[in-house]
């Protein structure tokens, strides 16, 4: 599929940066505020939340990320602001949260990894998603540490079950994502 670059920066800075709602009418402030139920059951909101260079299956109609847009997310502190608040109500959605560039186990936690750390879910594929897209975007180093709790996560808690393909996944995730390439 190709697209005009213009395009596909504008749809996205819109969304990120001036309250324009997404393909299905969702805008960013109403995404981050949803409660965990919703951001579960709800398809098509991670392909704006966390863009990627590929299209998806799940939201064909989310802009895709080239190398003009992935440019200039990097260089736009309000947007990566945003889209660490995205990152960061993901993490209290898995039950985690950031502690000065650590990720943990939040209050949370006990509740939530019942939905998606104690069996393979499609949570894992978002995981993948959110990965690398972060390191694409600018937040490589909120991505690293994400990736580390996982890995901490699925060594030392029993309850974990993430298996060994999710484990690849996320590696891959940060390993693969290269910014100087649109993939």
């Not at 998606?116 to 937040?139: F, K, V, Y």
Request: hydrophobic residues 35%; negative net charge; proline residues 5%.
């Amino acid at each position: 599929m190709s697209h005009d670059s213009n395009q596909v920066s504008a749809r996205i800075f819109a969304f990120y940066l001036h309250d324009q709602p997404d393909d299905r009418g969702r805008r960013l402030a109403d995404v981050l505020a949803r409660g965990d139920d919703w951001l579960e059951r709800t398809q098509g909101y991670m392909q704006w939340l966390f863009p990627l260079p590929e299209p998806s299956g799940s939201n064909p109609h989310a802009p895709l990320l080239d190398s003009d847009t992935i440019a200039a997310f990097r260089a736009n502190d309000v947007i990566r602001d945003r889209l660490r608040s995205a990152y960061l109500r993901m993490l209290c959605f898995y039950g985690l949260r950031e502690r000065t560039w650590h990720v943990e186990k939040g209050e949370n936690w006990d509740d939530r990894k019942a939905k998606w750390a104690t069996a393979p879910t499609h949570n894992n594929l978002r995981i993948s998603h959110i990965l690398r897209s972060m390191c694409l975007l600018g937040l490589r180093s909120e991505a690293e540490a994400f990736k580390g709790c996982l890995i901490r996560l699925a060594r030392l808690d029993p309850d974990c079950n993430f298996g060994e393909q999710a484990l690849a996944y996320w590696c891959g995730a940060t390993a693969d994502a290269d910014p100087g390439r649109e993939n």
